[in-house]
């Protein structure tokens, strides 16, 4: 199960995400459903078309499936999904 406090340790395709905040203004808003994770991108088909977003330059807003909504700096989770998983992170609060 995918809680906030874990949600760094699963795999992010399928999930709802929003960009909420941006270095960049152009990525702001962007929502839709993840289809494709890199180490430092995040590809999200936004129903019209497909996105692709650097991680490090954005803050996203994840739907986690209970309905739950978490905020995560990009910084974090810039890494192969496969060793961010593996990865250890400081407890959330």
Do not use: Y
Request: net charge positive; no cysteine; proline share 4%.
């Amino acid at each position: 199960m995918i809680t906030p406090q874990n949600v760094f340790r699963h795999e992010f395709i399928g999930l709802n995400v929003e960009v909420i905040n941006s270095k960049h203004e152009k990525f702001i808003g962007i929502k839709g459903i993840i289809i494709d994770e890199t180490r430092n991108t995040i590809r999200v088909d936004t129903g019209k078309n497909e996105k692709l977003i650097p991680k490090s330059d954005v803050v996203f807003l994840f739907t986690l499936p209970q309905g739950e909504k978490v905020s995560i700096d990009g910084k974090v989770i810039t890494a192969r999904p496969e060793d961010r998983i593996k990865k250890k992170f400081t407890k959330i609060r």
